[in-house]
């Protein structure tokens, strides 16, 4: 990771974004250091990792930002919204003069401590989140952490009832990471991925995909002429991951629907010989 990120830096470069995929963390010692060595700010994309942390170390700690969001389908949520966290008073005063038109007083503010001119400061957006939303929000962090359990039990089960069927595998947890354990991901080889996800859609189970790579979507290949094999890693990932359903009130009754049905398709590929090639030698990819 670190030679590839080195080798991404052009005199261009303003930041590195890591992306703490699934819930596990990226090296943030090492990014640092690299983005210390050259001038460089670090943006961590913690949408998937509030509960997290790696060398006992969370998001927010060694970068300049790390940004959440409150998305629909995320641990916390209020819909929409998000968060920034940040450790330097004037970019955060910069951050909060920019969520909202770049005026220097609220409605709230002139609320509170009665009307006084505002003045515009700079060109700003309107990203702030409501006090609706937050109301929401708040008390869902108290169940953080008890809904953290409940996933880590629920991945633990999901993976001792997955892990002996032909062609999957888990990515790989890591060593001094506490997991978020955000998505159920598991990876699904020899081309198998997509026959899978129908044959369990038509047997009534929703997955997603987190992710199909990026660069190989219409904008990004239009725009910046991204071809096929410019990120192997991150293709190899996107035709072979599935997320299973996953929330914290989950029961391990419906893990065993889940597995059941899965090892039933599996076990129909098998017999049916369609997809019989060698399971791809040495293809545990660290993420
Ligand atoms: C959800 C998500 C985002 C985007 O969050 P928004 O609140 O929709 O802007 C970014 N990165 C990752 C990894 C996510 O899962």
Not at 201 to 207: C, K, L, S, Y
Not at 234 to 242: H, K, L, M, P
Request: proline content about 3%; overall charge neutral; some cysteine.
């Amino acid at each position: 990771m670190q030679i590839e990120l080195r080798r991404k830096i052009t005199e261009k470069t303003k930041a590195i974004m890591p992306v703490h995929l699934y819930g596990q963390m990226c090296d943030m010692r090492a990014i640092r250091k690299i983005a210390d060595k050259h001038g460089l700010f670090v943006i961590e994309d913690a949408a998937h990792c509030i509960e997290g942390l790696r060398d006992s170390i969370a998001p927010g700690e060694l970068s300049e930002t790390a940004c959440y969001s409150f998305y629909a389908t995320k641990n916390l949520t209020c819909g929409e919204g998000g968060a920034i966290t940040c450790n330097n008073d004037k970019l955060a005063e910069t951050m909060k003069l920019l969520r909202c038109h770049g005026m220097n007083k609220t409605a709230q503010d002139r609320q509170v401590e009665g009307y006084q001119h505002w003045d515009m400061v700079v060109m700003g957006w309107k990203y702030n989140m409501d006090n609706i939303q937050a109301a929401l929000l708040l008390p869902q962090f108290d169940r953080l952490d008890a809904n953290w359990v409940k996933r880590r039990d629920l991945s633990l089960y999901y993976e001792k009832r997955l892990s002996k069927l032909p062609y999957i595998s888990f990515p790989k947890e890591r060593d001094h990471v506490k997991h978020s354990y955000h998505l159920l991901v598991i990876r699904i080889e020899n081309g198998l991925r997509d026959h899978v996800i129908n044959q369990l859609q038509a047997r009534g189970i929703n997955v997603m995909v987190n992710y199909r790579p990026v660069h190989l979507t219409n904008y990004f290949q239009t725009t910046f002429g991204y071809v096929e094999n410019d990120f192997p890693l991150a293709e190899r990932f996107g035709n072979e991951v599935v997320s299973l359903p996953f929330f914290p009130q989950m029961t391990f009754e419906q893990i065993d629907i889940v597995a059941d049905t899965l090892a039933e398709i599996m076990q129909e590929v098998t017999a049916s010989g369609k997809f019989l090639q060698e399971k791809t030698a040495g293809s545990k990819i660290n993420v």
